[in-house]
């Protein structure tokens, strides 16, 4: 299944945040799920973000783990793999300052197609 997954990474869509192919497959094609659903990945983010620098090593696992498993599942690969290092290296301030770029990527995306 890893395999499947890291064939979808942004580099085959062309560096976009998300997947959106890999999203309506998901949903079957449901845009108001797919709405729905990145509208509460993006407020999951935005928690994930500001919560992951003042957490212990521990905590930073966890919550990069679960942000690995969300974004998996909504198609934002670059993000998901970002997490995974974070989840071997919780104490690694690039890694971090690396998963709060590619959020705010994230959230940057989610909000220009929703306008």
């Known amino acids: 299944m890893q395999a499947a997954l890291k064939q979808n990474t942004p580099s085959s869509v062309a560096g976009r945040p998300i997947d959106l192919v890999h999203l309506a497959r998901q949903t079957m094609g449901d845009r108001a799920l797919e709405t729905e659903i990145l509208g509460m990945f ?51 301030s690039t890694l971090l300052a690396d998963l709060g770029d590619e959020i705010a990527r994230v959230l940057d995306f989610i909000a220009a197609i929703n306008r």
């Open 42 to 92: 993006a407020k999951q983010m935005s928690g994930a973000r500001s919560s992951m620098g003042n957490a212990n090593a521990d905590e930073r696992k966890r919550l990069a783990h679960t942000i690995k498993g969300t974004a998996r599942s909504v198609g934002a690969f670059h993000l998901a793999e970002v997490a995974e290092r974070i989840e071997r290296a919780p104490l690694n």
